[in-house]
């Protein structure tokens, strides 16, 4: 009710027995930090956790860095944060007039992340979904981004009330389904489909993570959790597969040791070319 707005003062909120009809929808987006323009920005969901969402997130802002944009990266997932470990920062954020400033990774990405506001980054952060969906919106209107090409959204996994808060406050232009083959594959892309699909952002693709696994001597590819599953999916719902990533144990070390823009291999690279094409076309 509170995204309604009436003139008439006996207003009760309840639209459907409403006569004049003066109730507007009024748009639930938040608005961006004033100092700040963000050109495009790019949500990255998963069904559930653990399936690689982070390093998906993590991956496609490295190659749109490396392709010369300035990039940044909005850590939603407030109860999971994984985005300054694997960058390797740690200080806690600071502010100035322009508003809460944002860190910058070694090789220039720009990140907020919820614990780069905590005292104790261990303690579990047990708010209640109002108060994590009001905790992204202030990562975009009070944080002062500067100028961004890309903004890539780590959001909170699931199709619940969380990420469906956080697909309506920010202005996606896009959105990333990262998924594993040991998935639900069918079901849980679906539904990530189809929430896009009902709030009218464009589902730009779909990664698979954990994909298979290489063998460090002979070079050849093992599906351990099955092939063909994500790529059937992709089918039917008319949108790319955008990139297969491996199991990859040294990308694993470097991001356990906050150096994941060390990684050499172009998993991401594909992926990201295409979202920039895609997305200034
Ligand atoms: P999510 O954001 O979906 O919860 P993360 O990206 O945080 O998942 O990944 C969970 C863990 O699995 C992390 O420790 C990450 O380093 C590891 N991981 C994810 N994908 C891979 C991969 N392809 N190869 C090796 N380790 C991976």
Same mark, same amino acid.
């Given at each position: ?5 009436? /003139? ?10 409403? +006569?004049? +009809? ?5 748009? $639930? ?12 920005? *790019?949500? %990255? %969901? ?14 496609? +802002? ?31 954020? $600071?502010?100035?007039?322009?508003? *809460? ?10 990140? $907020? ?7 104790? *980054? ?8 109002? !108060? ?51 998935? &639900? !594959?069918? &079901? ?5 489909? /189809? ?5 009218? *952002?464009?589902?730009?693709?779909? !990664? ?12 050849? @590819? ?8 994500? @790529? ?50």
């Amino acid at each position: 009710m509170e995204d309604r707005k009436c /003139n008439d003062t006996s207003c009760n909120g309840d639209c459907s027995n409403c +006569a004049s +009809a003066k109730h507007e929808p009024q748009s $639930m987006l938040a608005p961006l930090n004033e100092y700040s323009t963000v050109k495009k920005v *790019i949500g %990255v %969901v998963s069904g559930k956790g653990g399936v690689g969402k982070s390093l998906v997130t993590g991956g496609l +802002a490295v190659s749109m860095s490396r392709a010369g944009y300035k990039t940044a990266v909005l850590d939603a997932d407030i109860t999971g944060p994984s985005i300054p470990k694997m960058f390797g920062v740690n200080a806690r954020a $600071m502010q100035d007039a322009t508003g *809460i400033l944002p860190a910058t990774s070694p090789d220039g990405i720009k990140l $907020m992340s919820v614990n780069l506001l905590l005292e104790d *980054i261990e303690a579990p952060v047990v708010w209640r979904g109002p !108060v994590i969906a009001g905790a992204v919106k202030q990562f975009w209107t009070d944080v002062a981004w500067g100028e961004i090409d890309y903004m890539f959204v780590d959001c909170p996994p699931g199709t619940g009330d969380v990420p469906l808060t956080v697909f309506q406050s920010l202005p996606l232009d896009g959105i990333v389904i990262v998924t594993s083959p040991q998935d &639900l !594959v069918s &079901l849980i892309v679906k539904k990530a489909y /189809n929430m896009a699909k009902m709030m009218n *952002i464009p589902v730009l693709g779909i !990664v698979e993570n954990m994909s298979y696994i290489k063998c460090p001597d002979c070079g050849k @590819e093992f599906h351990i959790f099955g092939s063909g599953k994500t @790529e059937t999916v992709a089918d039917e719902l008319g949108v790319p597969l955008l990139a297969r990533i491996p199991i990859d144990t040294d990308m694993a070390t470097l991001i356990d040791n906050g150096m994941f823009e060390k990684h050499q291999n172009d998993y991401f690279k594909e992926a990201a070319t295409y979202i920039d094409a895609k997305l200034n076309k």
